[in-house]
């Protein structure tokens, strides 16, 4: 004859407990909702902030290079007909690109390279932008991705919350 198992019994007892606060939780209208709040605490500092609507415009542009390299073999940059005053180092368009088409770009890696193409000497060339032979905006991501390295510099900071936060959210997501 078998005998009742209580520990298994306590342990559906407290799962059931379990699911009938978290979702009794959530019918409370003046709980706390903390959804956004932990977001940040515990993704912007790690480099990973809200995405822009900006850049969720781009981000289909970026899967279509193709990896040519004309943008470079155009830039006057790297080919020394223009110089630009970058500490950390100007890494290319190409280079730029695809480090975009990453799903967690490492921002902080292109300082340089985004002060540059958004500078006055890109900003007057666009050369890559009429080259690229799949029409990727360059010069609109270089803007999307800086306004992005800002925010995660911000955040490593400790300036939390984000102050673009409102502007980074659908207008579906409750605020609170």
């Known amino acids: 004859m078998a005998s009742l198992d209580t520990k298994w019994l306590y342990a559906q007892f407290f799962l059931a407990w379990r699911l009938v606060m978290h979702f009794a939780r959530k019918l409370w209208p003046w709980a706390p909702r903390y959804g956004f709040a932990r977001f940040q ?7 990973l902030p809200p995405t822009l609507p900006d850049f969720r415009l781009l981000a289909p542009e970026l899967g279509r290079c193709t990896a040519c390299k004309l943008c470079d073999d155009v830039c006057p940059i790297l080919h ?7 500490a950390d180092g100007f890494l290319g368009p190409a280079t730029f690109v695809l480090a975009g088409a990453r799903s967690a770009t490492h921002l902080a890696d292109l300082k340089g390279t985004l002060a540059a193409l958004n500078g006055p000497v890109c900003g007057g060339c666009r050369a890559c932008d009429a080259v690229c ?17 800002q925010i995660i ?24």
């Open 41 to 47: 605490e515990n993704y912007v500092a790690e480099g």
């Open 80 to 86: 020394g007909k223009a110089v630009v005053d970058c």
């Open 153 to 176: 510099e911000r955040a490593r900071q400790g300036q939390m919350p984000i102050a673009d936060a409102k502007r980074a959210l659908p207008p579906w997501v409750g605020r609170s």
């Open 133 to 149: 032979p799949e029409r990727i905006p360059i010069a609109k991501l270089a803007v999307t991705l800086e306004e992005h390295r």
